[in-house]
């Protein structure tokens, strides 16, 4: 299989249970939840210790692409390990890997796409980039910095804010457009259109 025709690996972080489901860590689930339902499919436990749905992103026919679509169960910590097993079994080179995570650089709900580049402190981005290097895709979401004296790891954690969630449906879709453009048109004009 040549590298044009294998299958493009598209990774929702976050961490599995409810109690996590709202947090700002999780919002690669939540463009993934949003994905599998433009695929029409519903997640199945993979033997990787991910959920996976396969399917096809993009317009029918000839521009539509192969796509896996993961969300890791273990902890983000550890993402590395999962992603890792699901790029082995679907023999999916390494520039077809996409991994959505939230990003505390930038601000809430802008999206920032691009390829390779540092973990920026960010522990799914760490353990991924342990596993495989640095040269795959990343779908940054904003998230903003914490208020205040508060510490990293309790803002992640915290589910978006009141105001945040009034527009969390409406940039969670624009992601999902980005994933979808970045596997079918490529980085670059998947960066000229939602690089805001």
């Known amino acids: 299989m040549s590298d044009a025709d294998a299958p493009w690996l598209v990774v929702g972080l976050g961490n599995p249970g409810p109690e996590y489901a709202a947090n ?105 980039t342990k596993s495989l290097g640095p040269g795959y895709h990343r779908v940054r979401f904003g998230i903003g910095r914490p208020p205040g004296r508060m510490p990293v790891a309790d803002f992640v954690l915290k589910d978006f804010s009141s105001t945040e969630r009034k527009e969390l449906d409406y940039f969670v879709d624009r992601a999902a457009d980005a994933v979808e453009c970045l596997v079918v048109d490529g980085l670059e004009r998947a960066q000229g259109t939602y690089n805001s």
Do not use: C, W
């Open 24 to 128: 700002r860590h999780n919002v690669g689930f939540m463009v993934a939840d949003l994905l599998a339902g433009r695929i029409g499919g519903k997640f199945r436990t993979h033997r990787s210790r991910a959920q996976v749905l396969e399917g096809r992103l993009g317009a029918p026919g000839a521009g539509s692409r192969r796509v896996v679509l993961a969300k890791p169960m273990s902890y983000m910590n550890l993402s590395g390990g999962p992603v890792t097993a699901l790029r082995d079994f679907y023999k999916v080179p390494v520039e077809h890997l996409v991994v959505i995570h939230d990003e505390l650089d930038i601000d809430y709900g802008v999206l920032r796409l691009k390829k390779g580049g540092g973990d920026n402190g960010h522990n799914g981005l760490k353990s991924i």
